[in-house]
């Protein structure tokens, strides 16, 4: 146990030595280059002690400023990933490990959104073959989006492959209680787009998983 404890101890005051040590150096070889004008001989004993001490204290206070900004950074880039990890632990369980969001509805003549999208492309492997997203595609959600599955209230998740447009209208049926909120990745898997004959607006629904840790 003592040695771990070591160990860790050598490490902390090893990171904190390296930006304190580059800084002091730097300090140092301006502080040098000072001395080099051999400016001594030609002051009172009285302000060469000023000189020195103020160098001395240069050279401190750049070491603490070196050692301020290395604990600011790691701190905070600490925290940031904390703080990702632990907002995706606390996503809740797909049923089934997948469900359909509703992502937008769009003129299909113009293809523009009418309403949406409701989420933003983050990477993709294909381009081209639909107007806004594909499938393999990893989005984000812009804002937060409920999880359906057709039936869901009395079949479980026996229809997750099943697109909601399938079945016309959404109804209580379908939602499983799971609402993802705004930030969520999430991979593509199947991508549905539905309309009503006599509509030019197009429904855009997506069934998604999400992205392996």
Partial sequence: MSSVIDLDMLKAFGQIAAPAGIAIGAFLYLGRDIVARNIFPTLTRQHAYHVIIALAFMAWTVALAGIGAWTYVSTHQGRAGE????SKSNLPPLPGDTGWIFAGYFDIAKEVFIEGPYVS???TVTRGHRRFVEVGDTVALKVA???HIVDYKRQGAAQKLVPPIT???IDEYDKTGVRLPAGTELIVRDVSEGKWPDSPNGALWLRVVYVPK
């Fill in 145 to 147: 989006r409920d999880v």
């Fill in 167 to 169: 079945k016309g209208i």
């Fill in 83 to 86: 703080d990702s990890r632990e």
């Fill in 121 to 123: 492309v983050q990477s």
